[in-house]
């Protein structure tokens, strides 16, 4: 079946404007999560969906970022007034409920000029 | 509270040579422990993961990882490196007792030399 997907794979935008950026997860999976990956470094938890509900958003950087997920499935991260230091890759994953294997997907990669 | 440490930045080999990628970790609770691969552009890939029953792990493409708790560790092994297996390594610990938040290691890329 269909992996996890996320659009756009690609980001260019200018300081101080907004973005969204989407995640399709597998079918069926319950929890579904946001990572933020600097160069050189391991992916940053940022926040945890089970169903529609953010079970765990602790590692949300500042009250710019937001994200939804209202119908339990699809998940968009909403940056507002973006910063030069957001810029990076932004991963999605799911899961078949907490706790289990996350399956990722192949990221957005976000350029703030 | 859970960490995970890779204590290596980059490892180098030979092809043909066995591969050891280093992991330790803290937990508070009896902890889930994966390694994830990621090739260059690639998404992240799944290795292997230990959730309680044997400690001795198998995962795809040859690799394997022994849970040793008394060392708390989970170092990643392979007989014999293959070209394919360039690319960055994650290990990932998880508190099956906690808030199922993973905490990812810092990476160790693998150079594997002709």
């Known amino acids: 079946g269909a992996g996890v997907s996320q659009t756009p794979s690609n980001k260019v935008t200018e300081k101080g404007k907004y973005v969204e950026l989407r995640c399709d997860p597998i079918?069926?999976?319950?929890?579904l999560y946001w990572y933020r990956q600097s160069l050189g470094q391991g992916p940053e938890f940022l926040i945890y969906?089970?169903?529609?509900?953010?079970?765990?958003d602790s590692g949300l950087p500042n009250d710019r970022f937001f994200a939804v997920r209202p119908e339990g499935s699809v998940s968009t991260l909403k940056i507002q007034r973006t910063e030069r230091g957001d810029s990076a890759v932004y991963l999605c994953?799911?899961?078949?409920?907490?706790?289990?294997?996350?399956?990722f997907g192949p990221g957005t990669r976000l350029l703030v000029l | 509270a859970q960490s995970v440490t890779q204590l290596d930045s980059h490892v180098s080999v030979s092809e043909g040579t066995p591969v050891l990628l280093r992991c330790n970790y803290s937990?508070?609770?009896?902890?889930?422990l994966f390694w994830y691969v990621q090739h260059p552009n690639k998404g992240l890939q799944l290795l292997l993961k230990?959730?309680?029953?044997?400690?001795l792990v198998k995962g795809i493409n040859g690799f394997e990882a022994e849970f040793k708790k008394s060392e708390t560790s989970f170092h990643l092994t392979k007989p014999s490196a293959h070209m394919s297996d360039a690319a960055e390594y994650f290990c990932?610990?998880?508190?099956?007792?906690?808030?199922?938040?993973?905490?990812f290691g810092r990476g160790t890329s693998l150079i594997v030399h002709p």
């Open positions: 990932v610990v998880s508190d099956r007792g906690g808030s199922y938040i993973p905490t």
């Open positions: 969906f089970q169903g529609t509900g953010a079970a765990d």
């Open positions: 994953a799911s899961s078949l409920s907490g706790g289990e294997t996350q399956y």
């Open positions: 230990y959730t309680s029953a044997a400690t």
């Open positions: 937990s508070s609770y009896s902890p889930s």
């Open positions: 079918s069926g999976h319950t929890a």
